[in-house]
């Protein structure tokens, strides 16, 4: 769901007429103020004032520089005087926030260390916590028996601060940590409800390695020991864990656990019964018997007094209504006196989830209650009713009439663009898929567009009117909303009218000569985009000096562009009138995002190329001018593909090395590109040597060394390899880096003559299946799919697994073909249960390849998917048949 839109402090300020206290605040005028610390006599409250001051600089992201930050602190350990209880706390803020050096940090310990034994409980918990915050392994060594005695102090503020700071410090000192397990237990018996809490949470973080271990740790607690209410709700979410963890049922070794969680619904604070229900929902292989208690509990707070429990049992029950919509049935009676709730989400949330799980009797009665509900919500949660109305009339299309009538009815209404293109979207969807549907839809969109504000809108719904209205009953009838563009609308509009008016004119023969009339008439509008697309026409329909009309004229309006508009704007911007005419074809056809690699800052991570690509076909475009410079490649033919850079070494360090593959018909190219980060040393020979054993079908031609690789100066080495030609060969490759490594004098930069030789093991790497793939898009993918036709065509059914989501599903199978996807269909709707996808690519040999991938995801998060490929070559469409079931 949409978030609300959160003003800026500084603008809620103004609206209200208030005055900030941390307006037009300056880091140089602070610092000139925090030299109040160093008054003899200290003014308490302006130093928290000050501190309160540069705690606002470091949360909004201001840097301090290293003189800066150390006055600062060495300022701020002079507060230690100070037996203010309110300034203490800021000085203890400030420490932990300014992180100093190791240096520094002595200089403090000693302050820290004597108030961790104070007999002030404030002053004990807030030094643990800083403590733990700022030193190394040494010092918690050195006290880490007073942290194991804090751990069960008496006083219930104390205790927490060092368990919090343990679960912190598992992540830079776990063996610390560890040794302090017996007293962690002894702090889950405790009586404190937020010492028991922080203690359950450590106790699971210190074991959550060993699944052995946490499930014993969850089946103990579960017996009993814990009382407070927020370590029963973390212990609820533990026990779900290793329900899913284990794979266990009620009926396979899992019945204490699950009984656990239905006595939980039963506990007397709501936050339990809550979250006990809310597990047993989210539970994938729960039975209808186990989940009912669990929604009877949540209908009981649909009625309550508190709109935080109505809020959650409602977006519960939506999430519940996906899987197992007649569990929910029986709430839908609660549910409906949730309509006209106040907070709008709760009723938001009613609606969209009475939606889901009504039937078609119910459909005309949620109409009229959502008819008046809509004029008093905003646009993000009218998006939302919009989307549940489409996924309602995919349910029940025999009901599409009642539906689209009150889509068409909201699209008239006032609401942003977002807001509209939800329900343009959503009538689109309905047309395509009802042909009942068609008809009433397109005349709902011409409507629209007779009084729409947005030119976007306009122009999408026209092409889609192009596309879909000469296959109507009666085209004519769409002229006059078509034409009515052509004279009311601005000139990007009048444009999209004029290529519409010429898509009608071309597929219904008996609209020819009006179609002629209309268009000669635009020959003279004041837009030459709008005039030379008439001009054009005109002759392209046979209307002047060329007369063909058919099949050419078909392709020509609703054929696919095949190439990417990104790349055609590249090469458009760069292209020199003065030298030969514009070739379409040069245009590079391969869809490519800037490597991640080549966006970190120079000197952290190899490039490659020297400076980073200026838009998708750069990259591309710079390697092939690198491999055509070098003679040993010339004569491998045309570049097919090359891949994004796969790095080969850890962040930070000394040497930084990512590969990029080079696929040619016969050839396969690794372009190592290399880094040296340590100044003080000069690499020269530098090579990398290939272990391609896992890889049989290449065979090792050469490699190209790198003759000197200075600090900071990426380079690149090369090898080659030979593959059979035309065929996806697959292998997994181990890498050395072999060099000369020559010590370099900082004063003169000048290197050492004599050289020791080293190696530096590099990761492992795969050529893969999708990198014989090349990512080209198409404009319009039902054209391209039609114009393949079904020659090639190969369908095929797969199972996928168990799965987290339907996104994780698809992405997985995207990657795996390396393919582009179109028209949007790479992102799944949220809490989907179904969900098709459309690809499309070039294979190697330059051969069209287009992919329909069909999802189902059951209530076991089981996935299925049904494959279907056309392309021009058999062999092609059975090639991805097998990437896909054999990756």
Not at 114 to 129: E, F, L, P, Q
Not at 422 to 444: F, M, N, Q, T, Y
Not at 728 to 752: I, Q
Not at 765 to 780: H, L, M, P
Request: proline residues 4%; contains cysteine; aromatic residues 8%.
């Amino acid at each position: 769901m949409a978030q609300p839109i959160v003003k800026k402090k500084e603008d809620r300020d103004d609206e209200a007429g208030e005055y900030s206290p941390f307006s037009g605040i300056e880091k140089g005028a602070v610092l000139q103020e925090a030299r109040v610390f160093h008054d003899p006599q200290l003014d308490a409250r302006r130093c928290s004032q000050v501190i309160t001051k540069l705690l606002y600089l470091l949360n909004q992201g201001e840097t301090f520089t290293k003189v800066e930050a150390t006055e600062v602190f060495f300022s701020v350990t002079k507060l230690f005087q100070s037996k203010d209880n309110g300034l203490r706390r800021m000085v203890y803020l400030m420490i932990k926030e300014l992180s100093p050096s190791a240096d520094e940090v002595i200089i403090v310990t000693s302050s820290l260390m004597k108030d961790m034994t104070s007999h002030t409980d404030m002053y004990r918990a807030n030094a643990i916590r800083v403590l733990c915050r700022i030193t190394d392994g040494t010092i918690l060594t050195q006290i880490e028996r007073y942290l194991k005695q804090a751990i069960v102090d008496k006083n219930p503020v104390v205790a927490s601060a060092v368990l919090v700071s343990g679960i912190h410090l598992l992540q830079t000192n776990p063996e610390i940590v560890k040794r302090w397990s017996n007293e962690v237990q002894e702090a889950v018996q405790s009586r404190a409800a937020l010492v028991q809490f922080h203690a359950v949470g450590l106790l699971h973080q210190i074991r959550q390695n060993d699944r052995l271990a946490v499930s014993k740790l969850v089946t103990s607690l579960t017996k009993g020991t814990v009382r407070s209410p927020l370590a029963q709700c973390l212990l609820i979410r533990y026990t779900t864990q290793v329900i899913r963890e284990s794979g266990v049922n009620s009926e396979t070794g899992g019945r204490p656990l699950y009984d656990y969680l239905g006595g939980c619904l039963r506990h007397k604070a709501e936050m339990v019964i809550f979250e006990a229900a809310k597990a047993i929902t989210e539970l994938s292989n729960v039975t209808m018997r186990e989940l009912l208690p669990a929604v009877t509990v949540i209908q009981l707070f649909l009625s309550s007094f508190k709109p935080v429990l109505r809020f959650a049992a409602v977006r519960t029950l939506n999430k519940v209504a996906m899987s197992h919509p007649t569990a929910v049935t029986a709430c839908n009676i609660d549910m409906e006196s949730l309509i006209s709730d106040q907070n709008k989400s709760i009723a938001t949330l009613a609606i969209t989830t009475l939606l889901k799980t009504g039937n078609e009797s119910s459909v005309e009665r949620l109409m009229k209650q959502i008819t008046n509900f809509m004029s008093d919500i905003a646009d993000e949660f009218k998006i939302v009713v919009v989307e549940a109305i489409r996924s309602l009339c995919l349910k029940f299309p025999l009901n599409y009439g009642s539906l689209m009538n009150f889509l068409s009815i909201i699209l008239r209404e006032e609401g942003g663009f977002e807001y509209k293109k939800a329900i343009v979207d959503s009538i689109v969807i309905l047309i395509r898929d009802i042909p009942d549907a068609k008809e009433s839809g397109l005349l709902h969109l011409c409507e629209f567009i007779e009084d729409c504000e947005f030119t976007y809108l306009s122009t999408q719904i026209l092409h889609f009117l192009g596309t879909e209205g000469p296959k109507t009953s009666d085209p004519g009838k769409y002229i006059r909303y078509i034409y009515n563009r052509v004279i009311l609308e601005n000139a990007t509009v009048r444009a999209s009218a004029v290529s519409t008016l010429a898509k009608f004119g071309t597929m219904v023969n008996s609209l020819k000569p009006r179609i002629f009339v209309l268009l000669r008439r635009c020959i003279f509008d004041n837009d030459d985009e709008v005039r030379d697309r008439a001009t054009l026409y005109l002759n392209t329909l046979g209307d002047g000096s060329v007369a063909e009309t058919g099949k050419d004229v078909k392709e020509f309006l609703f054929g696919s562009l095949e190439t990417p508009l990104a790349n055609l704007e590249t090469s458009l911007k760069n292209y020199d009138p003065t030298e030969e005419p514009f070739d379409i074809h040069s245009v590079p056809k391969e869809v490519k995002s800037q490597p991640l690699a080549e966006k970190k800052a120079p000197g952290k991570k190899p490039t490659g190329l020297g400076a980073p690509p200026t838009g998708p076909a750069s990259a591309a475009d710079s390697h092939e001018s690198l491999l055509s410079s070098i003679p040993e490649f010339a004569g491998f033919g045309n570049l097919f593909k090359s891949s994004a850079p796969v790095e080969l070494t850890e962040a930070e360090t000394e040497y930084a090395v990512n590969v990029v593959k080079h696929v040619f018909d016969r050839h396969v190219v690794f372009q190592y590109n290399c880094t040296n980060t340590i100044p003080e040393q000069l690499l020269e020979k530098v090579t990398v040597l290939v272990d391609a054993s896992e890889a049989e079908e290449f065979s090792e031609l050469g490699s190209k060394p790198l003759r000197s690789l200075p600090y900071d100066s990426p380079g690149q080495t090369f090898v080659v390899f030979e593959k059979p030609d035309d065929v996806p060969a697959v292998g997994r490759f181990s890498n050395l880096l072999r060099f000369t490594v020559k010590e370099v004098d900082p004063s003169t930069g000048e290197a050492e003559d004599d050289g020791v030789e080293d190696e530096y093991q590099l990761e492992d790497f795969e050529v893969a299946a999708a990198d014989y793939i090349r990512k080209v898009g198409v404009s319009n993918y039902k054209n391209a799919w039609d114009s393949l036709g079904p020659d090639f065509e190969r369908i095929d059914e797969y199972g996928l697994g168990p799965r987290e989501s339907l996104a994780e599903a698809v992405n997985a199978v995207i990657n795996l073909l390396g393919m582009q996807p179109c028209e949007g269909t790479e992102m799944v709707p949220k809490n989907s249960r179904s969900h098709t996808c459309l690809l499309s690519g070039v294979y190697i040999g330059n051969v069209r390849v287009l992919v329909r991938l069909s999802f189902g995801i059951d209530a076991s998060k089981e996935v299925a998917m049904k494959l279907a490929v056309r392309s021009e070559d058999k062999n092609v469409s059975d090639a991805i048949h097998e990437i896909v079931a054999s990756g």
